[in-house]
């Protein structure tokens, strides 16, 4: 018996020569609508959709191979006899290909079209077919992925056939897509923030080196249905990223994100280790750089405005790892291709648009919606009022505490983030490391703010920084002993500031 392939598809990359071979290798062609037409056009002899049915297209299109005469030629056992007997007195013929893609729901539903022009998207007949021949992958060969046409050619030309494995993985990448769609398609129309059932959708975006250590595997993967700078970010020079390098991109392009204002920030090992404000970028850079000239080496910078001439060259001074920025002058990108493993990565103007944050434990995952409030109000709860100037400063301690690892302190002088402690079991040793940092060799902090991210639990950490000569400290409230702190400050002469607002970060 003559074999049969059905092709129906949105993407026609390739589809035409493949469509061809199969044809030469005296497979009858049947197809759908556009696809139809476009074979057919092309000089293709092909057999329409409503022959095999019997029955016209009908409902906008929306019913054309919802039909027996296409799912029992799909879903028949090859070998089972009363299946084979079954179809032969209906009149149904078997299909051996399968060939389809679907409407790109994925990327529509991303756009500004209405709520009921997203719905016309969501591809019905395209996985009923694609999931009636996975099933049947024994005796079926399903294509979902134009990438595989050339796969299936060279087998088909040296084998005669498709192989059982094969056939076997493709009806797995079917199963993998369509789980994908459907659960972009079920996020979109719940809407709901914990939905019963966790449905994720994201797409390989490339394979890396590897992951946190040498002999992990990794990979990276990017949502179908939402944006983000880390999806749409351009590489402009240097070697493959690293598992590593996108996490690090991804935290100090969230820090300068926080600011309206002219910003950049240094990270290491996932940890912001120079932060900046400022009137122009390379006063920014510089401040950030020498608030903590050891850690940035071998680091990530990140600033949110164009990177010039002047900029990059001072950039090539030190070795780094990536630079970050909106966009590059010409003269700016031929100085830092100079250094041809140093990644220059181009990103749209930051501004965070993921809601939810996930966290994989052994066997579970943590669902949370991402921190994006930043003060709630600025209580002042001491005798001491601080200055305009130190509550800038008290906000710029705040932003940058928010993206460090808990217990997290930040000292801030002048409109920079002069020591950052981090990740301390205890919030004392945090301070001391902060404080001890921000002083560096001769360093006066007189004048400096201390932010800190969760509330104070003894006195301790406001004796400890009024011997560095901070003035003023920022923090969210709400210990039982808050009073014991506000009483050291009034003794010591410091003003503080309750925000109201936690920023733990694990």
């Not at 400050?489 to 733990?504: K, Q, Y």
């Amino acid at each position: 018996m003559k074999k049969r392939a059905l092709i129906s598809v949105f993407d026609k990359r390739g589809i035409l020569e493949f469509a061809k071979f199969l044809y030469g290798k005296d497979v009858e062609i049947i197809s759908t609508g556009g696809t139809y037409k476009y074979l057919k056009e092309n000089g293709l002899e092909v057999t329409e959709i409503s022959e095999v049915t019997n029955f016209k297209e009908m409902l906008d299109g929306r019913v054309k191979t919802l039909h027996p005469n296409i799912h029992g030629g799909i879903l028949a056992v090859r070998n089972n006899k009363e299946h084979m007997e079954t179809i032969e007195k209906e009149g149904i013929q078997t299909i051996d290909f399968v060939i389809v893609n679907l409407y790109p729901f994925f990327k529509e539903v991303q756009t500004d079209k209405s709520f009921d022009e997203k719905i016309e998207f969501i591809d019905i007949g395209g996985p009923t077919m694609l999931r009636s021949a996975a099933k049947s992958f024994a005796d079926v060969t399903v294509i979902c992925d134009a990438e595989d046409y050339t796969k299936v050619r060279e087998e088909i030309e040296s084998k005669g056939e498709t192989s059982f494995e094969t056939r076997k993985r493709l009806a797995g990448k079917v199963f993998n897509l369509t789980s994908a769609y459907d659960a972009a398609i079920s996020n979109f129309l719940l809407n709901e923030e914990y939905p019963k059932y966790l449905s994720l959708s994201y797409e390989k975006k490339f394979d890396l080196r590897y992951g946190e250590n040498p002999h992990q595997t990794s990979a990276y993967y990017v949502s179908t249905t939402e944006n983000g700078s880390m999806k749409n970010f351009v590489q402009l020079n240097g070697k493959e990223l690293s598992f590593n390098n996108i996490r690090d991109i991804d935290i100090a392009w969230k820090v300068v994100g926080e600011f309206d204002e002219i910003a950049c920030c240094a990270v290491k090992h996932s940890t912001p280790c120079g932060t900046a404000i400022g009137e122009d970028v390379f006063t920014v850079y510089k401040k950030a750089h020498d608030s903590d000239p050891v850690s940035i080496f071998g680091g990530i910078v990140a600033i949110n405005r164009e990177v010039d001439g002047k900029i990059a060259e001072e950039l090539n001074k030190i070795f780094l790892e990536i630079v970050i920025a909106p966009s590059y002058s010409e003269e700016a990108l031929g100085i830092l291709k100079n250094k041809k493993n140093l990644r220059v990565i181009k990103c749209e103007v930051p501004r965070s648009q993921d809601k939810f944050e996930y966290i994989k434990v052994d066997g579970g995952i943590l669902v949370q919606e991402t921190n994006t409030k930043m003060i709630e109000e600025m209580k002042i709860v001491t005798e001491k009022q601080p200055t305009e100037k130190e509550k800038q400063d008290m906000i710029l301690g705040m932003k940058v505490v928010k993206h460090v690892k808990s217990n997290a302190i930040v000292v801030v002088k002048d409109g920079t983030a002069k020591g950052i402690g981090t990740g301390q079991t205890n919030r004392i040793w945090a301070t001391i490391h902060a404080l001890e940092h921000a002083k560096g060799e001769g360093e006066s902090l007189e004048g400096a703010v201390l932010a800190s991210d969760a509330f104070f639990p003894f006195r301790d950490c406001v004796d400890e920084a009024a011997k560095y000569g901070i003035k003023a400290i920022v923090q969210p409230g709400g210990s039982m002993r808050d009073q014991e702190s506000v009483d050291a400050c009034n003794e010591h002469g410091i003003s503080m500031v309750f925000t109201g607002i936690r920023h733990f970060k694990h």
